[in-house]
């Protein structure tokens, strides 16, 4: 039998103790699709309203006119839905653990404590004149305050954007001007691998941009001591603005469709785009999602390994697990520090119960061997997640037998920023487990795939990913250019909302994500524009042009290969090599390192001057037997040059 059709059926003991089996999910996903008005009706009750919504779902994706909203008449606030309310039943519970990068260094935070956190911190942006709407721009490291700082926004009705901090200044730059953002919020330095990392310090930089205009404050959270530069007036430290707010702070009355945050993604073409997600349904899709694919139940430990600032630490750090009142753990280093063994030392140390990572942290631990795990038990684990990239079979098994003990069951979770929650995931009750496999829908959910023309293909086939309805999760627009969400996701395919990804699905309507079908590339599970990566090479004076693909790697899944061609006067040499490494993680983030550069005099074009990616990715792959035609190529002998002097990996 081949890996792929490897399947791990239900564990009665697991069915009968999971919120969801599998005749119940059949049952719900039946309503959630044919009567999406009545299931969400119900669904939305999960939450706590300030006024209850009657209109449920409200949602087109015909390209003239797409328009998305659930819950519209609703009014409430994420932070209420996230800590007050839990305070009754449970505000003496740990709502976060917090797991310094150092193995010494740790906190727990009640709800209550998270509660008043918040409010003092909400209070605090208050004497900024923070006001409901406007957008605060966060770059933070992976502490509490992150998340306290995210919540703190929502109370008022401010709308966050989170910067991940890995990108760069000039990347700082860009999306504060995109957002116009009055403040920001970071910290001196964050802490890493035991590096620390200059936060403020790009910040300053990014903000010496002339363009950056709006920005009035900087508010400075002190978490190594280490000394930053102080521009006195715009530079406010966390600890004195909040030294004499109150611990209460009344929440704003938001409605269902107010935007809770905005947040930066790459796409195929242009820079990256701010992807708009609201309150009411958001909130119900993080929530429910949270409770039902990890199947969580009170009183569980669950970690998510995500940064806060993707879209998986926003709504699986964050919002979901908090809406849920659950214990989230947000660990602040890096799996490999000090020792390999340090994702399993923190699942015996915190005993956590459910574990969510990217199968990049998985390959690379699988590439020390099996005994890198034997500096814990993890014999608290009881289930496992995946996300970000596809999960290679080999990778899924060494997941589940070593991490897992063989025990866990493994959930390939499969979503997008756009898409706000996971879209396609096992639910750990009901669904047989197929490693490499996403399986099945959510609830509301209705995948289907087309072929090139958008033709709907039915039965085990491939094709592009595409979703047929709204959920309430969905991304609602890009932040100010609607037109642009419009183009990027409903034109290609009129009417259904297309993902960028291809995908197979079996004979049991399984599916199997194969990857980006468009211009991004998945790095490490870091999500990247090829057109932004060449726009960084270009803007180096020794670059004439620049193409960027992705190629197969072992740990990363993919890696960056870059075909430069030079500018007059500049040579080859291992030195500009190096020098065009360090360019691209200045321009973007260490995260945008090219793993492979080959200079090479010109690029495989059409006469009408297209760059042929295709060809490139296949020499990338060291696929060149199937390089196809080649004839159309204004000169054909480039190919053959790129092939002889093909850079060895
Ligand atoms: C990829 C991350 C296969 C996919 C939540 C998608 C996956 C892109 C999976 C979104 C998975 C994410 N299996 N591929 N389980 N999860 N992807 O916006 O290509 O950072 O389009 O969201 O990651 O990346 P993003």
């Known amino acids: 039998m081949s890996e792929q059709q490897k399947v791990y059926p239900v564990k009665p003991e697991v069915a009968d103790a999971a919120w969801i089996n599998k005749e119940q999910y059949l049952a719900m996903y039946a309503e959630s699709v044919n009567n999406p008005e009545a299931f969400w009706a119900e669904q939305g009750k999960r939450l706590d309203w300030m006024q209850p919504y009657t209109r449920v779902k409200n949602t087109s994706f015909d390209p003239h006119n797409v328009d998305i909203r659930w819950f519209e008449d609703g009014t409430l606030n994420a932070s209420v839905n996230c800590l007050d309310r839990h305070l009754a039943e449970r505000g003496d519970q740990v709502a976060i653990i917090w797991e310094g990068d150092d193995p010494n260094e740790d906190k727990k935070i009640t709800y209550r404590e998270l509660y008043h956190e918040v409010c003092r911190f909400a209070n605090g942006l208050k004497k900024l004149g923070v006001q409901k709407g406007e957008v605060v721009t966060l770059?933070?490291?992976?502490?509490?305050?992150?998340?306290?700082?995210?919540?703190?926004?929502?109370?008022?009705?401010?709308?966050?954007?989170?910067?991940?901090?890995?990108?760069?200044?000039?990347?700082?730059?860009?999306?504060?001007?995109?957002?116009?953002?009055r403040i920001i919020i970071t910290s001196d330095e964050g802490l890493r691998g035991g590096k620390c990392v200059p936060l403020k310090e790009n910040v300053d930089e990014g903000l010496n941009n002339p363009a950056v205009?709006?920005?009035?404050?900087?508010?400075?959270?002190?978490?190594?001591?280490?000394?930053?530069?102080?521009?006195?007036?715009?530079?406010?430290?966390?600890?004195?603005?909040?030294?004499?707010?109150?611990?209460?702070?009344?929440?704003?009355?938001?409605?269902?469709?107010?935007?809770?945050?905005?947040?930066?993604?790459?796409g195929s073409t242009g820079a990256p785009k701010g992807l708009k997600h609201t309150t009411g349904g958001y909130l119900v899709y993080a929530s429910m999602t949270h409770q039902y694919?990890?199947?969580?139940?009170?009183?569980?430990?669950?970690?998510?390994?995500?940064?806060?600032?993707?879209?998986?630490?926003?709504?699986?750090?964050?919002?979901?697990?908090?809406?849920?009142?659950g214990t989230t753990l947000m660990f602040e280093g890096v799996p490999s520090y000090p020792t390999h063994g340090r994702i399993g030392e923190v699942c015996d140390k915190h005993q956590v119960n459910i574990l969510y990572t990217a199968p990049t942290a998985v390959r690379a631990l699988m590439a020390q061997g099996d005994n890198v795990m034997d500096s814990s038990t993890r014999s608290s684990l009881r289930l496992l997640g995946s996300v970000g990239e596809p999960i290679n079979p080999e990778a899924w098994e060494w997941?589940?037998?070593?991490?897992?003990?063989?025990?866990?069951?493994?959930?390939?979770?499969w979503w997008q920023t756009e898409t706000g929650g996971i879209l396609i995931a096992p639910l750990p009750g009901a669904t047989d487990l197929k490693p490499g496999s996403a399986t099945l829908p959510f609830f509301g959910v209705q995948p289907a795939l087309v072929d090139a023309e958008g033709k709907i293909l039915e039965g085990a086939t491939e094709g592009n990913l595409v979703i047929l309805d709204s959920w309430?999760?969905?991304?609602?627009?890009?932040?100010?250019?609607?037109?642009?969400?419009?183009?990027?996701?409903?034109?290609?395919?009129?009417?259904?909302?297309?993902?960028?990804?291809?995908?197979?699905?079996?004979?049991?309507g399984c599916y199997w994500i194969t990857g980006r079908v468009d211009d991004v590339i998945n790095v490490s599970g870091h999500r990247m524009g090829t057109a932004e990566v060449e726009s960084a090479l270009v803007a180096h004076e020794a670059v004439a042009e620049a193409a960027v693909v992705?190629?197969?790697?072992?740990?990363?899944?993919?890696?960056?290969?870059?075909?430069?061609?030079?500018?007059?006067?500049?040579?080859?040499?291992?030195?500009?090599?190096?020098?065009?490494?360090?360019?691209?993680?200045?321009?973007?983030?260490?995260?945008?390192?090219?793993?492979?550069?080959?200079?090479?005099?010109?690029?495989?074009?059409?006469?009408s001057g297209k760059i042929m990616r295709r060809i490139l990715r296949k020499i990338a792959a060291n696929e060149t037997?199937?390089?196809?035609?080649?004839?159309?190529?204004?000169?054909?002998?480039?190919?053959?040059?790129?092939?002889?002097?093909?850079?060895i990996q």
């Not at 530069?229 to 938001?254: F, K, N, S, T």
């Not at 569980?300 to 919002?319: L, R």
């Not at 197969?552 to 430069?564: F, N, S």
Request: net charge negative; hydrophobic share 35%; charged share 25%.
């Open 472 to 508: 309430p999760g969905q991304g609602r627009s890009i932040w100010g250019d609607h037109e642009r969400f419009v183009q990027t996701y409903f034109s290609t395919y009129q009417g259904m909302y297309f993902t960028g990804d291809g995908c197979r699905r079996d004979e049991d």
């Open 213 to 266: 205009k709006t920005v009035e404050h900087v508010v400075v959270l002190k978490r190594t001591g280490g000394s930053i530069d102080w521009q006195e007036g715009r530079d406010v430290w966390w600890h004195e603005l909040v030294a004499d707010c109150a611990d209460e702070c009344p929440a704003e009355e938001m409605q269902a469709e107010d935007p809770l945050f905005i947040l930066f993604t790459s």
């Open 293 to 325: 694919i990890f199947d969580y139940k009170p009183g569980e430990v669950y970690w998510c390994t995500a940064d806060v600032g993707w879209v998986t630490g926003h709504s699986y750090i964050v919002y979901g697990p908090l809406a849920n009142g």
């Open 139 to 181: 770059y933070m490291p992976m502490v509490p305050e992150a998340a306290i700082a995210m919540l703190a926004c929502a109370r008022l009705g401010a709308v966050h954007s989170v910067v991940f901090g890995g990108f760069s200044p000039d990347a700082i730059a860009s999306r504060v001007i995109g957002s116009d953002s």
């Open 550 to 607: 992705g190629y197969p790697h072992d740990i990363k899944g993919q890696g960056i290969y870059v075909y430069v061609t030079l500018a007059d006067g500049f040579d080859a040499s291992d030195e500009l090599r190096k020098e065009l490494v360090k360019w691209v993680r200045k321009e973007i983030g260490p995260i945008a390192s090219p793993d492979v550069i080959q200079f090479s005099p010109g690029l495989p074009k059409t006469r």
């Open 399 to 413: 997941y589940y037998r070593v991490i897992g003990n063989s025990q866990c069951p493994i959930v390939d979770t």
């Open 625 to 647: 037997d199937g390089l196809g035609d080649t004839s159309t190529l204004a000169d054909p002998s480039v190919v053959d040059d790129l092939i002889e002097n093909r850079a």
